[in-house]
Every structure is written in structure tokens, then in C-alpha cells.
């Protein structure tokens, strides 16, 4: 399992709310979730336009919509929204190297 579980449990989530935090980040490279055609690309590559970063633009919907879920009783759901927005986040840092400027961007987006 990748850092997510340890980061939930310090946070304070119960071991198994972390599990599904963090088998919900995991899932996010699955199923090509990482290709540029069939997949969302911009989950873990700054695909956005602009100022704006589209990894931070998911993982504030994705926060959002787990709070809306939690307060409609649906926790599962909630924790794995959590997990998927927290997945964005830490793609920021994971590729940071890999397509770092817009420009570098606009022209993998040609290819
Ligand atoms: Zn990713």
C-alpha cells in the first residue's frame, strides 16, 4: 500500500476508513486512468490552462464532494472522493519533473 495509509491514519482516520482512503488513491493508476485518451490525464499531470493547476482543480471537487457525501451519511463514498483528490495532490509532487512547464504541455497535448 502506498504512503496514503499512514498519512490517514495521522491524520486520524480509523485503519479501516484508511484502507479504503487509501485503495481509492491507488485505483486512480488504474485502468488507464494515466493515458492521455482514454484516461483523465489531468488527475496527475497540469493539463489546465492558464494559472490554475488541473491536479488542484480535482482535488478540490474531489474534497468537496466528500464532504458533501460524508454530511449525506454516505462515508464510504466520502473517503474514497477523499482518496481520489488526495491521489491529484500527490501527483503534483510525483511528476514534478515530467511536463513541468505549459508549454511542454501544449505540445504533448499536439502529439
Ligand atoms: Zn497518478
Same mark, same amino acid.
Given at each position: 500500500?502506498?504512503?496514503?495509509?499512514?498519512?490517514?491514519?495521522?491524520?486520524?482516520?480509523?485503519? /479501516?476508513?484508511? @484502507?479504503? @482512503?487509501?485503495?481509492?488513491?491507488?485505483?486512480?493508476?488504474?485502468?488507464?486512468?494515466? *493515458?492521455?485518451?482514454?484516461?483523465?490525464? %489531468?488527475?496527475?499531470?497540469?493539463? *489546465?490552462?492558464?494559472?490554475?493547476?488541473? $491536479?488542484?482543480?480535482?482535488?478540490? *471537487?474531489?474534497?468537496?464532494?466528500?464532504?458533501?457525501?460524508?454530511?449525506?451519511?454516505?462515508?464510504? /463514498?466520502?473517503?474514497?472522493?477523499? %482518496? $481520489? %483528490?488526495?491521489?491529484?495532490?500527490?501527483?503534483?509532487?510525483?511528476? $514534478?519533473?515530467?511536463?513541468?512547464?505549459?508549454?511542454?504541455?501544449? %505540445?504533448?497535448?499536439?502529439?
Amino acid at each position: 500500500m502506498n504512503g496514503t495509509y499512514p498519512w490517514a491514519i495521522d491524520a486520524g482516520f480509523s485503519s /479501516e476508513d484508511a @484502507i479504503v @482512503i487509501a485503495h481509492a488513491d491507488d485505483a486512480v493508476d488504474d485502468n488507464f486512468n494515466y *493515458a492521455w485518451i482514454v484516461g483523465v490525464p %489531468g488527475r496527475h499531470f497540469d493539463t *489546465a490552462y492558464g494559472t490554475a493547476d488541473s $491536479r488542484t482543480i480535482f482535488a478540490d *471537487a474531489d474534497l468537496k464532494l466528500a464532504v458533501h457525501l460524508y454530511n449525506r451519511c454516505q462515508k464510504h /463514498e466520502a473517503l474514497m472522493s477523499l %482518496g $481520489r %483528490g488526495l491521489h491529484s495532490i500527490q501527483d503534483i509532487y510525483a511528476h $514534478r519533473d515530467a511536463l513541468s512547464t505549459k508549454s511542454t504541455q501544449a %505540445g504533448m497535448m499536439m502529439l
